[in-house]
């Protein structure tokens, strides 16, 4: 059984006080701190930070080796960004000691990843966008949890994560579909008592492994 990881985005903390808002999300209950790194393509946005990236090696320079060296344990990049680069950027994340996963937005299809998760250096982690990539605080997508059950049913232990919408009132649809591993930036961060919304988020998925 794949265990649930519950992953405040920070994309929804206080900027200004980073590394004191990862820490209080850590003693609130998170397994994981998710930091988005948007490339003005595949997440545009008004985002409050954008990083331009003008060529491959330019977004490998500014983000993996850095990541790596600063301590992240997963690095996940959009299929859609890298169509003809992922072996050496799976390759890449995995010299840097971090664990590589791919995302898909909502327009592209699930059958996009197998060929990353059947190679002979597979990702290890598939991360299914439930709004389209930019910000935090949109409607959560019921439709792309056709993809979870897909994926869930092909791979019973890989991690399948959602980002996007996700909620005390969205989080049994993605749990029942089999997801694991929950991105939530406004319902934790907005919450009087975070911790209370993480222990419900990580109930959600435990309950449903139980029954599936
Ligand atoms: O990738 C994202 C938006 O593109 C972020 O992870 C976003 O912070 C999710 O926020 P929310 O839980 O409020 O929907
Ligand atoms: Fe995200």
Redesign the pocket.
């Known amino acids: 059984m794949v265990k649930p990881k519950i992953a405040p985005?920070m994309?929804?903390s206080d900027f200004a006080n980073l590394a004191s808002e990862a820490e209080r999300m850590l003693r609130c209950g998170a397994d994981w701190l998710?930091m988005?790194i948007?490339d003005g393509y595949v997440?545009y946005?008004g985002?409050r930070h954008i990083w331009i990236a003008t060529s491959w090696s330019q977004i490998l320079l500014i983000t993996v080796e850095p990541l790596g060296k600063a301590g992240a344990s997963g690095f996940t990049f959009h299929v859609e960004a890298s169509k003809d680069n992922w072996k050496e950027l799976v390759q890449l994340i995995k010299s840097k000691g971090m664990t590589p996963g791919v995302s898909l937005k909502p327009g592209t299809p699930i059958e996009d990843v197998y060929p990353l998760l059947e190679d002979e250096n597979p990702v290890e982690l598939v991360l299914v966008?439930t709004?389209?990539?930019?910000?935090?605080?949109?409607k959560?997508m019921p439709e792309m949890m056709d993809k979870v059950r897909t994926l869930r049913k092909k791979y019973p232990s890989l991690d399948i994560e959602v980002?996007?919408?996700?909620?005390p009132s969205t989080i049994d649809m993605a749990a029942s579909a089999g997801a694991n591993c929950i991105?939530?930036?406004?319902?934790?961060f907005g919450a009087s008592d975070p911790a209370q919304v993480i222990t419900l988020l990580r109930k959600s998925v435990e309950d449903s492994q139980k029954t599936n």
């Open positions: 985005s994309l929804s998710h988005d948007m997440g946005s985002s966008m709004v389209e990539p930019g910000f935090g605080g949109q959560f980002d996007g919408g996700l909620g991105v939530a930036g406004s319902s934790v």
